[in-house]
C-alpha cells in the first residue's frame, strides 16, 4: 500500500546529540516536505526537495540540514539538538505536477529535547 | 508579505452547519486547499480549489473567491468526530509552496 512513514513517532532526547529523523514515501512522488509545527501553532515549512539531490530551505530558519539520496528517503538531521528544537515534525510528498497537488503527510516526530 | 488569516476557534452542535472562513495574501496563487487535523495527528486532505466557485463533497464543500482573496469551508450535519483543527493553506509561488494558516480548532459538542 503506498503511503508515507516517519520514525520515530516520539523521541526524547538529551541536549547536544545528534539525532536524525526518517522520512520514507512508496508512493513515488518527487516532492517531499518538512514542517515544524508547535502546539496549536500553523506548519511551518523548513525544507523541501524536488527530487534526488535537490534540497532546499523553507520559510522558517532551521539548523537541521536535510538529504536526498533517493527518491523514496528524505531524512532530516540536527547536528546537536537543544531545547528549542523540542517540537513536532512532519514529512510531507506530493508529485511534481504544477498546482493543485495535494500534499500527503507522515504521522509526525514528536521530539523533545531536555 | 504573505499572510493566511482564519479564526482561532468556533464551537457548534451536532447536527447543525458550521462556515469557516479564511482570507489569504499571497505571491503567485496557485489555489487553496482545506486540511483537518486531529489532536496529536497529521492533517488530512479536504478539499483543494482553484477556480471560483463551491466544490461540493459529501458532508463538506469549499469556496474560493480569488478576486477577495477569500475561502470558506463549509461543513454539514456536524459530527462529534468532527471536532478537529482545520488548516487553510494557500499555494504559492512558482515553486508551489504551501503556505499555512494558524488553524481553526472546531469543537462539536451534543
Known amino acids: 500500500e503506498a503511503d508515507i512513514y516517519q520514525t520515530p513517532r516520539y523521541l526524547v532526547i538529551g541536549t547536544g546529540k545528534k539525532i536524525t529523523l526518517e522520512c520514507s514515501q512508496t508512493?513515488?512522488?518527487?516532492?517531499m516536505y518538512w514542517y515544524q509545527q508547535d502546539p496549536g501553532m500553523e506548519l511551518h515549512l523548513i525544507h523541501y526537495?524536488?527530487?534526488?539531490?535537490?534540497?532546499e530551505k523553507g520559510d522558517l530558519s532551521s539548523e537541521s540540514t536535510v538529504s536526498r539520496i533517493r527518491t523514496e528517503h528524505f531524512p532530516l538531521t540536527l547536528e546537536s539538538a537543544r531545547p528549542s528544537h523540542t517540537s513536532q515534525y512532519l514529512c510531507?510528498?506530493?508529485?511534481?505536477?504544477?498546482?493543485?497537488?495535494?500534499?500527503?503527510f507522515g504521522p509526525g516526530t514528536r521530539l523533545t529535547v531536555l | 508579505g504573505q499572510n493566511i488569516d482564519q479564526p482561532t476557534e468556533m464551537t457548534a452542535t451536532e447536527g447543525a452547519i458550521v462556515q469557516i472562513n479564511c482570507t489569504y495574501q499571497?505571491?503567485?496563487?496557485?489555489?487553496l486547499f482545506w486540511y483537518q487535523q486531529h489532536a496529536g495527528e497529521a492533517p488530512t486532505f479536504l478539499s483543494y480549489?482553484?477556480?471560483?466557485g463551491l466544490e461540493e463533497k459529501g458532508r463538506f464543500s469549499s469556496f474560493l473567491s480569488r478576486s477577495k482573496g477569500y475561502s470558506y469551508l463549509l461543513l454539514k450535519e456536524l459530527q462529534m468526530k468532527d471536532s478537529a483543527s482545520y488548516l487553510c493553506?494557500?499555494?504559492?509561488?512558482?515553486?508551489?509552496?504551501?503556505?499555512f494558516g494558524a488553524g481553526t480548532r472546531l469543537a462539536v459538542h451534543p
Open positions: 510531507a510528498s506530493s508529485e511534481i505536477l504544477a498546482g493543485g497537488n495535494e500534499q500527503f
Open positions: 508512493m513515488g512522488h518527487d516532492k
Open positions: 526537495s524536488y527530487g534526488v539531490n535537490s534540497t
Open positions: 499571497t505571491s503567485g496563487f496557485n489555489g
Open positions: 480549489n482553484v477556480l471560483d
Open positions: 493553506a494557500a499555494l504559492s509561488g512558482g515553486y508551489n509552496k504551501l503556505i
